[in-house]
């Protein structure tokens, strides 16, 4: 466990674009775009701007935009994303050539992924490390930080107040949660 001095960043996963506004208003760095196309993120980036958030998009998830060179290039350029996630270390390490702090998703669904994941982080280079989900990203991160020290963030089934600070006993930078009633919770 690490004992910190700031506290962690709680990220609020906008699956709908009702809840949008509630979360502009809270005290939050990071705002993800979770449910996203391409029609909309312009505006939705300004807006968050507009309210001092960086924007985070998962440059796979994001419809009607094809994740390659091109595209990666237009979230930085055309649409102004701060930080995009990706699986693919070849993604990231394009999009970190672009200009885009990156986080580097790792899904952890068996001891293959695990293995698989621990390998590839040598070859990326991302700004900080997603894990998922919840549990397992707790179970592993000491695994993952002996392999690569960066920020870590905690994402997946994350939904309830003990988890959170679960997580910041762990040592994680932030958590992603699509639970609105823990965005504004502070840990």
Not at 36 to 50: A, E
Not at 78 to 89: M, T, Y
Not at 165 to 183: N, P
Request: one cysteine or more.
């Amino acid at each position: 466990m690490t004992n910190r001095t700031q506290p962690m960043h709680i990220i609020p996963s906008i699956k709908e674009l009702k809840n949008l506004s509630y979360a502009l208003k809270l005290d939050v760095t990071y705002i993800y775009l979770s449910d996203i196309h391409i029609g909309n993120l312009k505006n939705m980036v300004d807006l968050c701007h507009k309210a001092g958030k960086k924007v985070i998009v998962n440059m796979d998830l994001v419809a009607g935009l094809h994740a390659d060179g091109v595209g990666i290039k237009l979230l930085k350029q055309q649409f102004k994303v701060d930080i995009a996630i990706g699986r693919g270390v070849s993604k990231i390490n394009m999009a970190k050539s672009s200009g885009l702090q990156t986080i580097q998703r790792v899904i952890l669904e068996d001891t293959i992924a695990l293995t698989t994941s621990i390998k590839m982080l040598s070859e990326s280079k991302a700004d900080m490390i997603e894990l998922r989900p919840g549990f397992y990203g707790m179970k592993f991160l000491k695994t993952f930080k002996e392999k690569r020290d960066l920020p870590f963030i905690l994402s997946g089934f994350v939904d309830n107040k003990d988890m959170l600070e679960e997580a910041r006993d762990h040592g994680f930078f932030g958590v992603t949660t699509s639970f609105k009633e823990l965005w504004d919770v502070k840990v």
